[in-house]
């Protein structure tokens, strides 16, 4: 396995992981918030069970995700030190900040975490708030440096002069990040919602249909049917993006690989690279040209237009957009029908098998819209780590050893993984101390 390879793998490879963990740490605290609020304005104690369960997952994901973050950050220097050495410059304001949203983050779990029966309930509720505001900070960040890899404004006075670089404008000035930064984010929570609304609907199969099961698939789903129905919204925008700076991941995408006026939105389908053919395609005529541009005599740039040494991995690309939209038309569907039968059971849904079912294989959808979302971003990008300024073979580090490293960190992030995985079973919702916690808090 050659260098460049090894090293396209061990991100990915850990990049995929840690995203899992960055997403809870994003999704989770917002979830606590609304059990805990809603306790506060009910006094219901399953709300409260829920937030204390919550808490708990939510201090979990953050080790978790600091522990996978901080290899994560390690492997940039490892494994690109070229694109570090050309790009830190640029990047670097954006880690920068994302640390003391680190920071802030780790206090107020804490905080969270050990102030029940020692802060009164509702200053305790408000010290949940700045880890949802950190973690949500935190993804936002470490996006604005992806979408300056996307779009690396100011790159030629950054080659030419350096010292005279703004690192904050041209990070925090790209028009590409404000998009990205809202679509990844709704990704999170929508991710994060599903999950938990397969791990309660599982439960509630095997007959555990109380209040907090209830209650924990209502707001869920409240928070994942919003971000569902924002998520096409901001994709389109992206979509739209990527077709005025990025051409060729459009292409790729959309597997066009003619320049057309009123090109065909494809749908499904396997593209040859060799022959620039489609199988299995269903077209809708001028559908990609009027999503790309509003007009649907408008002109897409094909592949034809680009160098074959610059094209992107097509079919990896166009597979992962298609699993991507279609995971996120089935979260709507899955919400939809939850909805429908809660108002046509009036608070008895747990009893619909078939729904709880369709929740629990819509479990991942979230997940997988997630990963393959940025395998679209990435992949989509290639053979440039920097979009047009530096190629990813430009940037791996010489080393003959990634190889080693490679193993190492799969090894870690599975461990990473496994361990995340036994501590959130061994979570329940305790009752032991509710009681006091009300009465204590509230004096």
Do not use: C
């Not at 997940?367 to 920097?386: D, M, N, Y």
């Amino acid at each position: 396995m050659s260098n460049l390879l090894a090293a396209r793998f061990q991100m990915a490879f850990s990049l995929g992981f840690h995203m899992i963990f960055a997403a809870l740490g994003v999704g989770m605290p917002l979830l606590l918030l609304i059990a805990e609020g809603l306790w506060l304005r009910t006094r219901r104690p399953h709300y409260l069970k829920l937030a204390k369960t919550w808490g708990k997952a939510t201090g979990l994901t953050f080790a978790i995700g600091a522990v996978s973050g901080t290899a994560l950050s390690f492997e940039l220097g490892l494994l690109w030190p070229a694109f570090m050495g050309f790009a830190g410059i640029a990047v670097g304001p954006a880690f920068t900040v994302e640390g003391f949203a680190f920071f802030t983050e780790a206090i107020f779990i804490g905080l969270y975490l050990y102030g029940w029966k020692r802060l009164s309930p509702l200053a305790h509720w408000l010290t949940g708030i700045p880890v949802a505001i950190a973690g949500a900070a935190s993804s936002v960040l470490v996006v604005a440096a992806d979408a300056w890899m996307q779009n690396p404004l100011g790159a030629d006075l950054l080659k030419a002069n350096p010292a005279a670089v703004d690192p904050a404008g041209i990070l925090f000035g790209n028009p590409t990040w404000p998009i990205m930064a809202i679509h990844s984010t709704l990704a999170t929570y929508a991710a994060t919602a599903f999950a938990v609304a397969g791990v309660y609907a599982w439960g509630a199969l095997r007959g555990k249909k109380d209040a907090v099961r209830r209650s924990a698939l209502r707001i869920v789903l409240v928070v994942g049917t919003l971000a569902a129905a924002l998520m096409p919204i901001t994709g389109d925008r992206s979509a739209k993006y990527a077709a005025r700076f990025q051409p060729a991941k459009l292409a790729a995408m959309e597997s066009q690989f003619q320049t057309e006026k009123g090109a065909p939105l494809r749908i499904g389908g396997w593209p040859d690279p060799e022959t620039g053919e489609v199988r299995y395609a269903i077209e809708l005529p001028k559908g990609l040209s009027f999503l790309a541009f509003g007009d649907f005599n408008a002109e897409v740039k094909g592949l034809d237009q680009f160098p074959r040494q610059d094209w992107p991995n097509v079919p990896v690309t166009h597979v992962s957009f298609q699993l991507m939209v279609a995971a996120g038309i089935l979260m709507l569907a899955a919400v939809a029908w939850y909805w429908y039968v809660a108002w046509k059971r009036r608070g008895r849904e747990l009893d619909n098998d078939l729904l709880l079912r369709i929740l629990i294989g819509a479990s991942p959808l979230g997940f997988l819209a997630l990963e393959t979302g940025w395998i679209v971003t990435e992949v989509g990008r290639q053979p440039w780590i920097l979009y047009n300024v530096m190629r990813t073979s430009e940037a791996v580090t010489p080393n003959p050893h990634v190889l080693s490293t490679l193993v190492g960190f799969v090894a870690l992030y599975l461990l990473l993984g496994l361990t995340l995985v036994w501590l959130l079973r061994r979570l329940s919702h305790d009752e032991d101390g509710l009681e006091a916690y009300g009465e204590g808090a509230a004096s």
